[in-house]
């Protein structure tokens, strides 16, 4: 290999380095095979019959897998800068931990609304 060719090379891998990412076929087939294998156990769920908490525990846990891999391979989130990464997935984490709080309180607050106003007409 020449020197001129060496440095169109070196040009060429630098470029790429500046305007996008080059991921492999492999790696993208990869999260292809696990969404699918994630889908076919969420759907094991329903045809196992489990039923109350654990089948919604299921359900979530798989979606929640999914939606991760979807975000961090397709939507390319694994290779960006972490300052933008928790700009994206911070607010969700944060509303999600805020309706957590009002469930948690949801059962004291209809007691002292029956406490101090009664049952109603």
């Known amino acids: 290999m020449n020197e001129t060719t060496a440095h169109a090379h070196i ?9 996008g990412q ?12 696990l969404l699918f294998v994630l889908s076919a156990c969420s759907y094991m769920v329903d045809y196992l019959g489990i039923q109350s908490y654990p089948r919604w525990t299921l359900i ?17 989130m694994a290779w960006e800068r972490l300052a933008l990464v928790y700009a ?16 948690s309180e949801a059962d004291y607050t209809i007691f002292t609304r ?7 007409p």
């Open 11 to 19: 040009q060429t891998a630098h470029a790429q380095k500046h305007t």
């Open 22 to 33: 080059q991921h492999p076929i492999r790696l993208y087939l990869l999260v292809w095979g």
């Open 60 to 76: 979530i846990v798989f979606m929640m897998l999914k939606a991760g891999l979807i975000v961090a391979v397709f939507m390319h």
């Open 88 to 103: 994206i997935l911070l607010p969700p984490v944060l509303v999600l931990v805020f309706v957590a709080l009002m469930v």
């Open 114 to 120: 029956l406490a101090f106003f009664g049952a109603g």
